[in-house]
């Protein structure tokens, strides 16, 4: 509870946990999907890049509130069980079993083998290497996590270091180069008959890649109870954290179209334009730095994925919660769980190569989030007028402004990604909806 945590942290440790829980890297393979997803229009791409960082940010202030209130261990699995009930939790928790997790860390893997590809000078398009090369590394990375007991942490705080040299040096050497002679928005006819009727619609289309790259905001309201100051500090580094990626994000995409024009950030991706600015040999370096990210993001991924059946598990929601809840005697790791972790996550890994789009597997679980998401944001106002006693440290500035506006941001990302792939997310609903036939009461 939030008596026994320890009041340790200021300004500067909130916003640099904000900064490294957020940046992942999303960022350095999104640019040509997101301008595709805006039909080549850069006006609009850079303009939902900072949509998508205003609605990031009106969240995070949002859940931050639920977060102080309810400060107790499993985040928002716990703010949804205190509001709706421990079924609509178990949702949250079986979405994370069989979508989310399995789906992002194939592909996280899929990229990682994409940019070992790009350094090795192999073509990404070779399913052999880059499925071997996926799988490898899925494998390495759980049977690091499941029989070492630290390594795992270690890998963890190497990657943080590498995932912000490449992004700055790409974003400052992009502005120095100033070679697309067409300008930053150029836009070819075609381009401009074809937005001038929809822009709104290609906004939106755009936004559901993008929060892939904003993804990890819900977790900042749980650091609430470890701050010294949490009225003051936490919606500064909320605000200040997420302004700062935003800005980081439309920084480095305006850097990318200084260098290129859109359809060739399309056609030449990441790699071509690191080769463009640095030469072969600094590209090599730039993508070094990119792969060691990626491996460190899927790390991180497989490390909180390992404990989701556990934790449902010794909860006693999840059938056959013996067989879960085993933990190996030797390693102390929840063997079982991690084993059925691994085994979704090659599932999901064979499904991205066998359709050839990946990327739809990692956009799709992450929008379908958004759901669990505005039931956060609606549970405030639940709060606000079922226990207006509760001890809130901290309160949203604007209420109810800013959760209204964070719930129709919420909503309108789900939408626009069931308008984008009505299929997948059809099916992802589903296989979330399956879990009320799984659940046990305990």
């Not at 950030?265 to 080769?275: Q, S, Y």
């Not at 497989?302 to 989701?308: D, G, K, N, P, V």
């Not at 609606?378 to 949203?396: A, M, S, T, W």
């Amino acid at each position: 509870m939030s008596e026994n945590l320890e009041k340790r942290y200021g300004f500067s440790v909130a916003f640099s946990m904000v900064v490294g829980i957020v940046i992942g890297i999303g960022i350095f393979f999104k640019a040509g999907q997101i301008l595709v997803a805006a039909n080549m229009n850069p006006k609009i791409a850079i303009a939902a890049w900072v949509l998508g960082g205003i609605i990031s940010i009106l969240s995070g202030l949002t859940a931050a509130e639920v977060g102080a209130a309810i400060p107790e261990t499993g985040g928002m699995i716990a703010w949804i069980k205190k509001i709706y009930g421990k079924r609509i939790a178990f949702l949250v928790g079986w979405a994370q079993l069989i979508i989310y997790f399995p789906a992002l860390i194939g592909l996280i893997a899929y990229y990682f083998a994409v940019f070992t590809g790009n350094f090795l000078n192999i073509d990404p398009s070779n399913t052999i290497f880059l499925g071997g090369t996926a799988f490898v590394a899925i494998s390495f990375l759980f049977a690091i996590n499941i029989f070492t007991k630290n390594v795992g942490g270690k890998i963890q705080t190497l990657a943080t270091a590498a995932k912000i040299v490449p992004l700055l040096l790409i974003t400052i050497f992009g502005f120095l180069s100033a070679d697309n002679s067409s300008g930053m928005f150029y836009m070819t006819e075609i381009t401009r008959e074809a937005t001038s009727s929809s822009p709104l619609v290609l906004l939106g289309l755009s936004l559901v890649p993008i929060m892939f790259a904003f993804d990890g905001w819900i977790y900042v309201g749980t650091i609430a109870g470890d701050l010294k100051n949490v009225k003051k500090d936490l919606p500064r580094a909320i605000i200040l954290g997420l302004g700062f990626i935003a800005i980081f994000y439309v920084a480095l995409n305006l850097a990318l179209l200084n260098v290129f024009t859109a359809e060739e950030i399309v056609k030449v991706g990441m790699f071509g334009v690191a080769t463009k600015l640095f030469g072969p040999m600094g590209a090599k370096f730039i993508f070094l730095g990119i792969m060691i990210s990626a491996f460190g993001g899927l790390n991180g991924m497989i490390l909180a994925s390992t404990r989701i059946p556990y934790t449902l598990a010794i909860e006693g929601h999840l059938p056959k919660k013996e067989f879960f809840a085993k933990i190996d005697d030797k390693h102390k790791q929840p063997i079982n769980s991690s084993v059925v972790m691994y085994l979704l996550s090659v599932f999901f890994l064979i499904a991205m190569i066998i359709t050839g789009n990946p990327d739809v597997f990692g956009d799709i679980p992450v929008a379908l989030f958004w759901l669990f998401y505005c039931l956060v944001f609606l549970g405030l106002f639940i709060l606000r007028k079922n226990e207006p006693n509760l001890e809130r440290p901290y309160r949203v500035p604007f209420y109810p402004v800013v959760p209204i506006l964070a719930l129709i941001g919420g909503a309108s990302i789900f939408i626009y990604a069931a308008i984008s792939n009505p299929t997948y997310m059809a099916v992802s609903v589903a296989l979330t909806l399956t879990g009320l036939f799984v659940y046990r009461e305990n």
